[in-house]
């Protein structure tokens, strides 16, 4: 059992020397953050060149950012082709987030936007249990999984089921471990759906307890080592200002897990599942 080899070789080695070499192995961690927003408000401001800089300066290899209006974000992905890979929001307003599946000429935008090649992925997308059949969200479904692009979804389990009934073959980034981030839930998921992607922003509290590596969490990370991503989310602008400071929290947790396992879940996974090639 990984979790128990972890705990005994702690017992054996010394507490600090563990501590440092962790924290030699951590500090300069490179990071794909898989989950970034630059809305109308963030670009106010900050400019895309402090925002590159900024990401840079933490160590980031590589970005998924979205943006509302959809559009924002291509000013970001310009200053920075290799650094930002923009994903296509699909919000106007911040009212649409929560009225888009009712929005009948979506799909055309998405569509025709999906054309222009620029994109790299299409969410975040906010939905809850009683929308997972709408057809606006499951024609959004077959324009990304048509052209392999992976879907970033804010949603419950039962959307996740749904969105696979529909679309097995999609590609899928569950955004926040999902609505119910319990470790024996994302077990069963991860085991049903092998194109499902866990992306772990804004859970490093829970995953990471005070800064401790929760055992279930510990378990669940080093049994699915290929399925998971890291993110900072800038869910709000202020939160870029504590960008470092959630950066840091979450390279503490991963220095926690055996190295080849903090690497993949720190960028490798994102860059494989972004087809980056090796990692550059
Ligand atoms: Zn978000």
Redesign the pocket.
Known sequence: MPGKILQSRKRLIPIPIVFLLFSAASADIPLFDA?L?YNAEDAAAYSPGEIVALLKSNGVQGALVTSRPPDRVLSLQRRAPHLILPILGVYRTSAEKQTWMHDAGLPARVQRALGSGYWRGVG?LHIFAGERRNPVFLQIVDLATARQLPLQM?ADPAVIDALFEHAPEAKVLW?HAGAYPFPPLLRDYLERYPGLFIDLSVRDQRIAPDGELDPSWEWLLLEYSDRFLVGV?T?RTERWGAYAEVASQIRHWLAQLPEEVAEAIAHRNASRLFDRGADD
Do not use: G
Request: glycine share 0%; net charge negative; charged share 30%.
């Open positions: 989950h927003h975040e804010h955004a989310d869910y």
